[in-house]
């Protein structure tokens, strides 16, 4: 059959914008994306689905790539016994988390590349990550792999089997992605945000910092709920897990130390050797607890990690009419290879040896003593002639500067001075080496994470922050939300709109757009959180089940309709949904928001408290329905020492509601947000005094009205409470 008559036939990548996808355009296996004609088209051959789930910047999908996408023999395989379908697990997480749930029920384990053979309804039957082109220890060849499925596939006794193992495993997914308790499991009190925290603590690495004895990933929500039990237990050992795990990663290797931002995960327990990829949702949310850990601490090195990260992200993460793009790739060409077609390496760009560094010093910086200056760096970020990483060195802080000064018998500011100038010429040294590839997707629930992780900074260090997140939040708004139809596309690239929203991407924009109001008061990105809101009640609340769903109800149908509970490399998207829809119910009480707050943790009460360090998201959310949150309506504007008290203060389940000073002038934009009546968290707050007034409120009680934000945030700590 030709190509024309069946185009299923041929590699069908170079027609998508995905540069995960496209970077499999020239493979010799005809890869198909996710759609109704690949799907099709087993149906009608009647042979298995090969579906290979990945991402641009992964390592190991690279890797597999070369040893077996390229290999003429395997893509014959392929090619006729199967449809190969290569799916971008950015673009579609839906997809991926119905066959990643099977194969980590199956192998206790998951990760990408992600590769599952599916009957042509889409259900699975075999499933792993990386597999080698051939037996490796305990690991099957994937291409006699290839071969052992298409024979049983063509025996009628064991394809049987395998169509019997598939419907059991599409039942196993729908069990743990889909179902919902038969009773509600009522109210999650208070207590349970201190039972996830002792949780935390008890799985804490308190040698090394964070979770684990292996690989070592950041955890935020962790963080996040541990600062918040410090704040209402006051037990220190909270905070020292907190403090530990912020301190190991700034210092380690997952931290450029250069030029800011932070890897994905490290390999190792000590957090030197990171897998070196750059993902947008991980500066985003680490930006955001780095500053909440500044708060809490008063440690200023933890606001300078939050805004190296942020100047990071916009020197290489943003396009250039305001999105943020997707990921940095963790491979590149070695420095000075000499040849276009060097083969790439997993962290070239960023690893040294000392003859680079004196290199740098000699070729960038003027009036140093260039052995001083490279021994200096050297000494600081731990270069040996061994290296840490296949004979180089990635950059950890390996000296102090006190420790310095004393071994070289100098001023403190001498050293400083001297390894600003060599760390000045490694940047610039390194600018000139090939750069990893970049996946300039913008997708709308990742830039939600970084525009809320910007206007964060916006409060806390400089309101000039939040410039950038309303930039991001304004090409969002016109390149993938449907105003007429109140609809939120995933993924923009190149003038491309593609994929229907997800839970995630109305959740984390929402939330990126309040928290942008709450930093500069501006009410029009209140009026886009509302709407967003609204769309999240309309598309992905079940009133039957009592549950927020991840996929539109109006979507695509797959196996599976999963929610998303647990935080993984992002938060929850049904915790920020339920922390999001209860906050926005005090600016729009007529909306049902609560009551869709309230039923997803009432339904998923049991799950939560019976695990809450997997669910932070959710706890968070819960804590605040329980607690209340921490209200300040601030009413004609924000002084300067507000802003500094503001800046240097952790208040938990904080909510930003500025207002005008004046009724009349809230008449206006009561008017613009389509609200008949001012909301509670406005309605007769008004300036006093001709001055920036401040109401602290929480549970319907208040402080009294006060131009004093220190004073107002003193009644949190336990005042008497005003009715008002």
């Known amino acids: 059959m030709s190509t024309e008559s069946d185009p299923t036939r041929r590699n069908r990548l170079d027609e998508e914008e995905s540069p995960y996808l496209r970077q499999h355009a020239d493979n010799p296996v005809n890869w198909q994306p996710w759609d109704e004609q690949a799907l099709a088209a087993a149906t009608e051959r009647d042979v298995p689905i090969f579906l290979s789930i990945g991402y641009a910047a992964c390592h190991w999908c690279h890797v597999m790539e070369a040893e077996s996408f390229q290999d003429e023999e395997v893509a014959e395989s392929l090619n006729e016994q199967f449809v190969p379908v290569k799916v971008d697990r950015e673009e579609r997480p839906d997809v991926d988390s119905i066959y990643m749930s099977i194969c980590q029920q199956v192998t206790g384990r998951g990760g990408w590349p992600l590769n599952a053979w599916l009957t042509p309804d889409g259900d699975p039957f075999y499933v792993g990550t990386y597999f080698p082109k051939e037996p490796q220890r305990n690991a099957p060849g994937f291409r006699q792999l290839l071969a052992d499925i298409a024979e049983s596939w063509a025996d009628p006794e064991e394809r049987a089997d395998m169509e019997e193992r598939a419907e059991q495993w599409t039942d196993a997914i729908r069990g743990d992605l889909e179902d919902t308790p038969d009773a509600p499991g009522g109210e999650v009190d208070a207590d349970t945000l201190t039972e996830a925290a002792d949780a935390a603590l008890r799985g804490a690495d308190r040698e090394f910092g964070g979770w684990g004895r292996g690989q070592k990933f950041p955890q935020p929500g962790r963080l996040h709920t541990l600062l918040r039990a410090h704040d209402r237990e006051g037990r220190d050992a909270y905070r020292a897990v907190v403090t530990e795990t912020l301190d190991a990663m700034a210092d380690g290797g997952m931290y450029d130390h250069l030029g800011g931002g932070f890897h994905r995960y490290t390999t190792d327990r000590e957090w030197v050797v990171p897998h070196f990829e750059k993902m947008c ?115 950890t802080l390996a000296a102090s500067i006190p420790d310095m000064a004393a071994e070289y018998d100098r001023p403190e ?176 009480e007529d909306d049902g928001f609560a009551a869709v707050a309230e039923g997803v943790v009432e339904t998923h009460a049991a799950r939560i408290e019976s695990d809450p360090v997997q669910h932070p998201s959710l706890v968070l959310a819960a804590d605040t329905l329980a607690s209340g949150a921490s209200e300040l309506t601030l009413a004609g504007g924000r002084p300067d020492e507000w802003r500094e008290t503001l800046a240097t203060t952790y208040v938990p389940r904080r909510v930003l509601a500025p207002r005008p000073a004046t009724d009349d002038e809230l008449d206006a934009w009561l008017d613009a947000l389509e609200l008949d009546s001012a909301p509670s968290i406005w309605a007769g707050r008004e300036a006093r005094d001709g001055r920036p007034t401040v109401y602290a409120c929480q549970n319907r009680a208040c402080s009294p009205p006060t131009h004093d934000l220190a004073e107002a945030l003193e009644w949190f700590a336990g005042e008497d409470p005003t009715p008002i």
């Open 281 to 395: 949702y991980d500066n985003a949310e680490l930006a955001r607890v780095y500053l909440a850990g500044y708060q809490a601490t008063g440690a200023e090195r933890y606001r300078d990690v939050a805004t190296g990260t942020l100047a990071f992200v916009e020197r290489e993460l943003t396009h250039p009419e305001g999105g943020f793009y997707s990921t940095l790739d963790a491979q590149s060409a070695p420095p000075k290879a000499g040849d276009d077609e060097a083969e790439p390496e997993e962290g070239a760009f960023y690893v040294w040896t000392r003859g680079q560094v004196r290199e740098a010093v000699e070729t960038h910086a003027d009036d140093v003593d260039a052995d001083l200056a490279t021994d200096l760096f050297c000494d600081r970020y731990g270069i040996t002639p061994d290296g840490n990483f296949e004979g180089r060195t990635v950059l």
């Open 413 to 588: 500011h001498e050293v400083e001075g001297i390894l600003e100038v060599a760390e000045s010429a490694a940047l610039a040294a390194r600018e000139d080496r090939p750069r990893p590839a970049r996946d300039e997707k913008v997708l709308a629930g990742w830039n939600g994470l970084m525009i809320s992780a910007f206007a964060e900074a916006a409060v806390v260090d400089d309101e000039s922050w939040a410039g950038t997140g309303a930039a991001a939040l304004s090409f969002v708004r016109a390149h993938l939300w449907d105003a007429d139809a109140g609809r939120l596309s995933r993924r923009y690239k190149d003038g491309d709109v593609a994929v229907r929203g997800y839970l995630e991407d109305y959740a984390f924009l929402a939330r990126g757009a309040f928290d942008l109001y709450g930093a500069t008061g501006d009410h029009d990105h209140l009026a886009f959180a509302l709407a967003l809101a609204r769309a999240i009640e309309a598309e992905f609340w079940d009133d039957d089940e009592r549950t927020l769903y991840f996929t539109p109800q109006s979507g695509e149908s797959l196996v599976a309709r999963p929610q998303e509970l647990t935080d993984t490399s992002t938060p929850s998207s049904a915790g920020v949904a339920v922390e999001l829809l209860a906050t926005l119910a005090r600016f729009s």
